[in-house]
């Protein structure tokens, strides 16, 4: 029984100490893209406020062990706009290992183009791993193999690259001393695809060489709305199955991950589990560029519409024009024969209006003596165009009348005379109603 026991963990063991190698490259071993600096120290947010984040992960391993590590990190443009600086300090329990891990990180970021920037990083820091005083079989304090424990010195270096909307980077994460025919390299590549004017769709790809018999591919897929909410699922290589949330509310972030273990060590390794909480400290000034960004991004989206809508146009008037033509000769067809329709009714509307009776079209100038409020629907200088006027009206049963103001020389055709000028004005708007916009009351005193 006690030789089942230690097989079982001299294999948990080798299993711990994969899962250690891997976990001392990565503090956070699932959200390290949310918070890639930790990986890469050029990933540090720059002009973007301070941010803080603590997260815990654990590895589950039978009902005996379980590999817990916790760590916190700070991040942001400190100096001037175009650098960051950065901290982390993890801890990893891992059986008889443990692991701790502090380190300072600097970006300087190059501007190449709008939306289009080069960033550099560093990191250095100090790293200590240690061993239990007990031995975890047999209990024995003078076992000579435990209790050491080692000290180095610990670097990095980074280069992240953004264009738009693609993203690539490539990293040494942590190079020191006790492991120097190792040297790790991370890089991955990513790219947003926006589904909708709030929804994206990002597509990730990530490389982790942790030592030439440990290479590790992650292929992702996360969906996003704003920056409000998110979910991954991806593969890890190391047959992990991955699910990954979280969202944020004002400067509060969240994100929680698990990693579904499809190995053949599934009986001893029951999952991994990780929880991220972040804060982000923005001073007035970003809040105000970021709510101008997010006014520009949606006039750039009107305006990329419109022009989406006139090249639809354009496209429509090239196969419009002909018809058009078409219809431009047909008008114009059309005009030349009103026009000499035109000219003979013009002939024909000069005879009848002469022939209208006087009575009608009289001009009885003793009513300019009389008091009264006129209401008037045309004004005219000709007498003329006063009898082509009321020959008309009389066309269309509206019986008019003609006054001339002999000071102005000006002839009025009116619809009806009231002794007061409420009336007047109550029939004045009647006509308006009725066609004649321009009717107005003319006061004879």
Not at 9 to 20: A, E, R
Not at 22 to 42: E, G, S, T
Not at 48 to 67: E, W
Not at 213 to 218: A, E
């Amino acid at each position: 029984m006690k030789i089942k026991k230690i097989t079982a963990l001299t294999v948990l063991l080798i299993v711990l100490i994969g899962q250690q190698i891997h976990a001392q490259q990565y503090p956070l071993r699932y959200m390290y893209d949310r918070y890639k600096y930790v990986i890469n120290p050029a990933a540090i947010k720059i002009g973007k406020g301070v941010g803080l984040h603590a997260n815990y992960s654990q590895n589950r391993f039978d009902q005996t062990f379980n590999n817990n590590l916790f760590g916190f990190g700070i991040e942001g443009g400190f100096l001037y706009e175009n650098m960051g600086i950065g901290l982390t300090f993890s801890q990893e329990n891992t059986g008889i290992l443990k692991n701790t891990d502090v380190k300072l990180f600097y970006a300087y970021k190059v501007r190449l183009a709008e939306n289009h920037w080069l960033t550099f990083g560093l990191s250095a820091g100090i790293f200590y791993q240690g061993q239990s005083t007990t031995d975890i079989i047999t209990g024995d304090y003078s076992d000579l193999l435990i209790g050491k424990s080692q000290t180095d010195f610990c670097g990095g270096f980074g280069i992240n690259y953004n264009w738009k909307d693609l993203e690539i980077d490539v990293s040494i994460p942590n190079y020191n001393s006790l492991n120097k025919k190792n040297v790790p390299v991370f890089a991955s590549v990513s790219y947003n695809f926006s589904l909708a004017e709030d929804w994206g769709l990002k597509p990730i790809i990530m490389y982790n060489e942790l030592n030439p018999q440990m290479n590790l591919f992650d292929i992702r897929l996360q969906a996003s709305y704003k920056e409000y909410a998110w979910l991954q699922v991806g593969y890890r290589t190391s047959k992990e199955l991955l699910f990954v949330a979280g969202g944020s509310y004002q400067n509060v972030s969240l994100g929680v991950a698990y990693g579904f273990n499809l190995s053949n060590y599934g009986d001893l390794n029951k999952g991994n589990f990780e929880l991220v909480l972040g804060y982000r400290f923005v001073n007035a000034k970003l809040k105000k560029q970021a709510s101008q960004k997010e006014i520009n991004r949606k006039t750039q989206q009107s305006l990329t519409k419109i022009d989406e809508s006139l090249s639809t146009l354009k496209e429509n008037d090239a196969k419009q024009a002909q018809e058009l033509e078409k219809i431009n000769q047909s008008v114009q067809s059309l005009n030349n024969e009103l026009l000499n329709e035109f000219k003979g009714s013009l002939n024909e509307i000069k005879e009848n209006v002469l022939s209208v009776q006087r009575e009608e079209v009289e001009v009885n100038e003793s009513k300019i003596l009389d008091k009264g409020y006129f209401v008037v629907v045309y004004s005219t200088t000709t007498r003329e165009d006063a009898e082509a006027i009321v020959y008309r009206m009389n066309k269309q049963d509206v019986q008019g009348y003609i006054i001339k103001d002999s000071k102005r020389a000006f002839y009025y055709i009116y619809t009806a005379t009231f002794d007061n000028i409420h009336s007047a004005l109550d029939h004045s708007e009647k006509e308006r109603k009725r066609g004649f916009s321009g009717a107005w009351v003319l006061v004879i005193k």
